[in-house]
């Protein structure tokens, strides 16, 4: 059985429409990421929550922002999604933020296209 | 230059061959390296993960992890043709995991 759950697994929208990407899991774990990943590149992390404390990367543009609203649920809302925003969205989640326990756990993975 | 860097690819291999993927890495406080499998449209699925110095092995596969080096691989014995995939090299210092751009690996039947 998933247990990280992303919904849609594919998202179309058009330029500059907001749009909102879903991950659930049934883990109980503390931390969840949310990732952009583009054609045959690495995953890009955007930011992150431990339990309720959101930690935003130096370079995730303002035009994205994230919601965890219960342990089990966090979002991804793009406010203005740009051509150059196209890509797979992965939510993953870990118990612990220490290194030798951030074993992360993906979701399939939400493809994004901006019309 | 890049955290955390894989050997250029593709990278392949006959069936039955020993597929060796390379991983170096910058951040000498980087404590446990991981080694993820992505097959194509899909996300990436664990495959294995090492913290200690030498060699830790699960099934077909082996991770290798040399600190003084900074140094990590991954072998895949007797590889098979599902084992064709990208595979992504990571580790972790902190709070946060760095991806390698990724090695994609084929395996010719």
Known sequence: DAMVIQNPRYQVTQFGKPVTLSCSQTLNHNVMYWYQQKSSQAPKLLFHYYDKDFNNEADTPDNFQSRRPNTSFCFLDIRSPGLGDAAMYLCATSRDLLAAENIQYFGAGTRLSVL | ?109
């Open chain 2, 1 to 109: 230059q890049k955290e955390v860097e894989q050997n250029s690819g593709p990278l392949s291999v006959p069936e039955g061959a020993i597929a060796s993927l390379n991983c170096t890495y910058s951040d000498r406080g980087s404590q446990s390296f991981f080694w993820y499998r992505q097959y194509s449209g899909k996300s990436p699925e664990l495959i294995m993960f090492i913290y200690s110095n030498g060699d830790k092995e699960d099934g077909r596969f082996t991770a290798q992890l040399n600190k003084a080096s900074q140094y990590v691989s991954l072998l895949i014995r007797d590889s098979q043709p599902s084992d064709s995939a990208t595979y992504l090299c990571a580790g972790a210092g902190g709070s946060r995991l760095t991806f390698g751009e990724g090695t994609q690996l084929t395996v010719n039947p």
